[in-house]
């Protein structure tokens, strides 16, 4: 299903049926922006092109992160790389400038129709590669939000449609209305909702899966123990249950496995957990594209690495009872995730 790897750059994947030959990783760009602490700018632009350098495609994006600071950061980087990557950005989660906290969710087509117009301003292109529904309404049915998509695709505004957080069922749905190329779902040797039955309906219509926060939002690194003491007041991580107190502490002790197939492989930790995600494709016989998060050049040189390594039979026995151990949600709260639904 991957082309092989050429020299240092990563091997690439079709994502979709028709969708765009991308490398077999991909870049999260949310951090650079927002969430994660504060970020060297400079030192981010050099990320991106080290991740392009090293057969990186596929940037994703979405207008909330940074509240379209995060699209604007990339502007340039697309301009000037316009033809070799696919731009991924997307719409439907709501924020209030005033109050950053809040979430809402909108899938109305008027919303929909300005919401492009608004990230195509800030992303300075013309066409967005790949738009996904961040978070699905179930009171909008597909008919209508994807159905908008769709007139985006025929309009020449966006290439390929996507849809995040949604059931298998959900999927299939949309998928009738309009071809769907990729689904992105958080997928991690920590969360592995998605495979309740978003990955088979995914694997048999033939759409990508994009695995988000595919390094536990860094806490599969070893690199932070604990949110609440190990991480500064804004970041968003110490929201999440799983990462503070007890929970972490837990948690922690589940990586000890993680630590095991590393010292087998002469491997960081971080990419035992990317190999286990890239490892899901020949599991489902199906295109995945992890996207982790960085914003250090150095860090992609070791994510991409990871794409290269293959666990054997009884790694992957050591691996399969962490995310069923894990203690405390995804988010504080779940309400518009896919596991909700189902
Ligand atoms: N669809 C959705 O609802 C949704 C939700 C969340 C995220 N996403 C997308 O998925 C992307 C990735 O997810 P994520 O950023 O949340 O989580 P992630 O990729 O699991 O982890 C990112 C964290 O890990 C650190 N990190 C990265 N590589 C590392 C390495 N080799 N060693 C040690 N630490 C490392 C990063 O810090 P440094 O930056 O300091 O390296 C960052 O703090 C996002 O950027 C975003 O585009 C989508």
């Known amino acids: 299903m991957t082309a092989e790897a050429d020299g240092g750059r990563i091997a690439t994947v079709r994502l979709g049926n028709d969708g765009p030959l991308v490398g077999v990783q991909g870049l999260g760009c949310m951090g650079i922006s927002e969430f994660y602490g504060a970020t060297d700018e400079a030192g981010a632009r050099k990320t991106l092109e080290a991740a392009l350098e090293l057969g990186v495609t596929l940037f994703d994006t979405a207008d909330i992160y940074g509240i379209g600071r995060n699209e604007e950061f990339l502007a340039p980087f697309v301009a000037a790389h316009r033809d070799e990557i696919t731009l991924a950005s997307k719409f439907g989660i709501v924020r209030d400038p005033d109050n ?7 899938n109305d087509p008027a919303y929909i129709r300005r919401s492009v117009e608004a990230s195509l301003r800030r992303l300075g ?9 961040h978070r699905h309404d179930p009171a909008v049915p597909f008919a209508e939000s994807v159905g908008a998509m769709a007139e985006l695709v025929a309009e020449g505004k966006v290439r390929h449609l996507g849809l995040s957080e949604v059931t298998g069922a959900e999927l299939r749905a949309a998928h009738a209305v309009h071809p769907i190329a990729a689904v992105q779902s958080e997928w991690s040797l920590f969360s592995r909702d998605a495979e309740r039955s978003l990955v088979g309906a995914a694997a ?19 690199s932070f123990q604990d949110a609440g003491s190990d991480l500064s007041a804004g970041d968003f991580r110490r929201l999440q249950p799983r990462f503070s107190g007890d929970n972490a502490k837990a948690n922690g002790r589940l990586l000890d496995p993680v630590r095991k197939a590393a010292k087998a492989h002469d ?8 190999a286990w995600v890239h490892q899901r494709a020949a599991v489902h016989d199906m295109a995945v594209v992890p996207i982790p998060g960085t914003r250090r050049a150095s860090r992609v040189r070791e994510n991409t690495a990871a794409s290269r390594i293959t666990l054997d039979e009884l790694e992957l026995k050591w691996l399969e009872p962490i995310a069923g151990q894990v203690a405390g949600d995804r988010y504080p709260d779940m309400s518009a995730t896919s596991a909700a639904r189902e």
């Open 100 to 106: 950053p906290d809040s979430r809402g969710v909108n």
């Open 204 to 222: 048999e219509l033939g759409v990508a899966v994009v695995a988000y926060s595919p390094l536990g939002r860094g806490f599969l690194t070893g």
């Open 267 to 274: 491997a960081t930790l971080g990419q035992i957990a990317l």
């Open 125 to 133: 292109t013309e066409v967005i590669d790949l738009y996904y529904m």
